[in-house]
């Protein structure tokens, strides 16, 4: 891994990080954006480090230079999908308006 730390911002958009895990196989800047609020492209590009690592150390397929694999960035960012999913119900539950 990395010799340098990188501080994984919160989500900011639950609703586009759920999104994007499942319409996209990669994701790239504006994905990333997306999913953390407003960032600087260093910052972006120090996370996409991160998932790249990742993704030699398990031999994940590499499509798009400019792209990491969704899923292998959800792991290491520590995106729990399905903890956010189900966040998604209990603020349907509670008529909490959620937007995906």
Do not use: C
């Amino acid at each position: 891994m990395t010799k340098h730390r990188v501080r994984v911002p919160q989500v900011a958009d639950i609703s586009a990080a759920i999104r994007l895990y499942y319409e996209h196989t990669e994701i790239g800047n504006k994905d990333i954006r997306a999913i953390f609020g407003d960032m600087g492209n260093g910052r972006i590009g120090r996370l996409k480090q991160l998932a790249l690592e990742a993704m030699h150390e398990r031999g994940t397929v590499h499509y798009n230079a400019q792209y990491v694999n969704t899923e292998v960035a959800y792991d290491v960012w520590g995106i729990d999908i399905k903890r956010l999913e189900r966040g998604i119900e209990r603020l349907n539950k509670l008529n909490i308006e959620v937007t995906i």
